[in-house]
């Protein structure tokens, strides 16, 4: 009686013990749900805020889902802040048991791993990420899951074509899919993306009508999606643009730019200051054009190093997903023979990737030198070769022919290289006025003044290059001055404008140039 009597006491505390604990880890589980919605809720909007809870919930999460879940969060995070790298970090971190994921998870997984290699132009990878996707989704028992990821899918092979200009693709595919009504987000993503591929098509009146409601479904989101919205006030700029509303087109931009510098999102910024750009030079704003062209270049640089850290990330992961792979079955021996192979084809893959990459560095190069050695033979000969299409100003014949001569002459002496060089200063020493000069320049070169000296300077300063190695170790801003420009940032506007590269890019591809024919 007396052990019945201490039993029963004790009983009744171990069972309270129980429940006690249980209510611990039930408020627990809901806290965590609590601030998992409040960082999913804030990824559109105030990323840095999202980035901080979504560390917070991942140092006490424990369980494999909800870590992968929470990866798969500060991954969106990242890739919204133009962080492919870390990104795809997380990413690959999120799929690490990919096998224990429920489909509803391991889709989202794959579509924003595709979504990421379709940026780095890494297209087989990414839609084998797709592939992947589109075998899970016959997993899903949830209609409303199942309706999602299928739309997911339609949302980012359109993005693939879309990227890639295949305009009618895009639009082909889209347009077969009508998930995007049953969800707000989808809607809005295809709402922008119809909107993109209207202004591929140059049909700017159902680009404006679908980025108008993309607009109305941002103003209606809570919270707000400001990263959307960057992505519509560049399409509506380009709308403008096209209509020649640039101070809308303007407006919209920098409204644009303030948000994706609260991202922090280079290339958002890049593409943004470039829309900016041609937009001040149409209403000749030089003051803002230089602003932009500045912070354009900047961008420019920052962008390339973070793409190829971003690409070297990828393969160094994807490598080692494989590995993985390998690794499970390699108690098998074809298997074991299997990875043999496939680290070959992969070796293989990068060498010859690498190489086809340098030698289009090189052809590019050999392209870019043959165009600018072509392009001043046709400054300098077109005249011989130009039919006569018609004269705005009658001038007479033996005055014209001996303008020619006097622009050959001219050519020759490299006086061009004068950064007071100009159309009025020109015409003085040809002894003739400026509307005779313009005229003969734009019958036989079939370029106006400004483009004429501009080609000729840059074909100057190609040739430096090319002939004497001392010029590629000066600064652009010497290279600028000695071919004639005032200013660093026209130097490098119309070096890019005429060759298609910068000029530091093109110093960099001569140099490799120059280097693959001494070791050969």
């Not at 039930?26 to 609590?34: F, G, H």
């Not at 889709?107 to 992947?132: G, H, P, T, V, W």
């Not at 494989?322 to 074991?336: C, G």
């Not at 004639?484 to 001569?510: D, W």
Request: glycine fraction near 4%.
């Amino acid at each position: 009686m007396k052990y019945n009597r201490v039993q029963f006491p004790l009983q009744i505390l171990l069972f309270f013990a129980l429940v006690f604990s249980n209510v611990i880890v039930a408020q627990k589980s809901l806290k965590q749900e609590t601030l998992f919605d409040e960082c999913e809720a804030l990824i559109y909007s105030k990323p840095n805020d999202a980035l901080k809870i979504g560390f917070h919930i991942l140092k006490t999460s424990t369980s494999n889902s909800d870590r992968a879940k929470i990866n798969l969060l500060i991954a969106k995070v990242y890739r919204f802040k133009g962080d492919h790298s870390n990104s795809l970090n997380y990413l690959f971190e999120a799929s690490k048991n990919k096998t224990d994921l429920p489909p509803a998870l391991a889709i989202d997984i794959a579509f924003n791993k595709a979504a990421i290699l379709r940026k780095l132009y890494i297209d087989d990878q990414s839609n084998k990420y797709i592939k992947e996707a589109e075998e899970k989704i016959s997993e899903l028992k949830d209609k409303k899951e199942y309706s999602y990821a299928k739309g997911l899918i339609t949302l980012e092979r359109s993005l693939m074509y879309l990227d890639r200009q295949n305009y009618k693709a895009a639009f082909k595919l889209i347009e077969q899919d009508s998930v995007e009504k049953k969800y707000p987000e989808l809607n809005l993503w295809f709402a922008l993306t119809k909107g993109r591929i209207y202004c591929g098509l140059g049909d700017f009146e159902n680009a404006q009508l679908y980025l108008d409601k993309g607009i109305e479904l941002i103003n209606k989101s809570v919270p707000r999606n400001t990263f959307a919205e960057i992505y519509t006030l560049s399409g509506l700029a380009t709308v403008y643009f096209h209509k020649k509303e640039h101070d809308k087109a303007i407006a919209a931009l920098l409204k644009a730019l303030k948000s994706a510098k609260m991202f922090g999102n280079l290339y958002l910024i890049e593409t943004i200051n470039n829309q900016l750009i041609v937009n001040y030079i149409a209403i000749n704003d030089r003051g803002n054009y230089k602003l932009s062209n500045t912070a354009f270049l900047a961008a420019s640089k920052k962008v390339e190093d973070i793409e190829q850290e971003s690409i070297n990330t990828a393969y160094n992961l994807i490598s080692k997903g494989y590995e993985k792979d390998y690794d499970i079955k390699k108690q098998h021996y074809a298997t074991r023979l299997y990875i043999l192979l496939s680290i070959l084809v992969l070796g293989v893959f990068f060498t010859v990737f690498f190489w086809f990459k340098f030698q289009s560095k090189k052809k590019r190069l050999r392209e870019i030198i043959n165009y600018l050695e072509i392009t001043r033979n046709n400054l300098i000969s077109r005249f011989t070769e130009k039919k006569d299409t018609g004269k705005k100003i009658a001038i007479p014949q033996e005055t014209e022919q001996v303008l020619l001569n006097k622009l050959k002459r001219f050519e020759s002496s490299k006086r061009y290289t004068n950064n007071d060089m100009s159309l009025a200063v020109l015409a003085g020493q040809f002894e003739t006025n400026t509307k005779y000069l313009s005229e003969v320049i734009n019958k036989h070169y079939n370029v106006n003044f400004n483009t004429y000296i501009n080609k000729l300077r840059i074909g100057f300063i190609v040739e430096k290059l090319k002939s004497d190695s001392n010029f590629m170790n000066y600064k652009i801003s010497y290279l600028a001055e000695t071919c004639g420009f005032s200013s660093h940032s026209s130097f490098a506007t119309v070096f890019k404008s005429i060759t298609g590269i910068a000029p530091i890019t093109f110093i960099e591809l001569l140099k490799d140039e120059k280097e693959a024919i001494h070791s050969n």
